[in-house]
């Protein structure tokens, strides 16, 4: 929640220092400055890429693999892409994934919130059930003396086994899935293009190079 937050704020300082007719290569060093300190590391990788004359859709896409994050695919995109085909109207793009993402981390809120008191419930009835196994077995162990043969042991683990699992159920119910990242190097995707060399001597084949791709193109 914290890093979708701090996304979505270095997102709107981004937007808003563009706003200024400054370029992205600009404004992309100007708001790593006040960055949040769960961002700043992958923005100072950046700009010290951008400064190494690193092309800027790359060092977004390096960007991206290091956040590691759904959310955050999303906003790189938007500028690899701008970054690539140089079109207007990136700072609406913006604004709508930051109001997108502010969005996201309020819901995540909600549900965190609502969830709470499920969750202490859940902690009461372990701590219940088994301070109530401690002291049965103090207070009172001739109940607890058929468990001591083997097939009471087994009747134990079978017991233990349905309070184990319905603990791991409740835990699972209590997880918010996030989505798949989608913009994902593809390494094994290598395509074949012609080299740029001059023209091959007539009667002879020009060799074929790989290069790298990404997903998605």
């Known amino acids: 929640m914290r890093r979708v937050e701090a996304l979505a704020s270095w997102t709107e300082s981004l937007r808003d220092t563009i706003a200024g007719a400054v370029g992205l290569e600009q404004a992309i060093p100007a708001s790593a400055r006040a960055a949040a300190p ?35 695919d999303i906003i ?24 997108s993402a502010r969005e996201e981390v309020d819901m995540r809120q909600r549900v965190m919130a609502q969830r709470a008191s499920t969750r202490r419930s859940v902690q009461i009835v372990v701590a219940v059930s088994v301070a109530f196994v401690l002291g049965l077995s103090i207070f009172n162990r001739e109940f607890v003396e058929p468990y001591g043969t083997v097939v009471g042991q087994l009747v134990l683990a079978c017991v233990c086994g349905l309070f184990a699992l319905g603990f791991w159920w409740l835990r ?19 395509r074949f293009v012609r080299p740029r060399t001059p023209a091959a001597v007539p009667g002879t084949q020009s060799p074929l190079q790989p290069e790298e791709g990404y997903a998605g193109e």
Not at 177 to 186: G, I, K, Q
């Open 76 to 99: 790189v995109a938007a500028l690899i892409l701008n970054a690539r085909l140089r079109g207007p109207g990136l700072r609406q793009v913006l604004g709508a994934l930051a109001k």
């Open 172 to 190: 699972k119910l209590s997880t918010i899935e996030t989505p798949e990242r989608f913009l994902v190097r593809d390494e094994s995707s290598v």
């Open 38 to 72: 769960v961002l700043r590391p992958h923005l100072d990788a950046l700009v010290d890429r951008l400064r190494s004359r690193t092309p800027l859709p790359d060092a977004l896409q390096q960007l991206a693999d290091e956040i590691d994050d759904a959310s955050a």
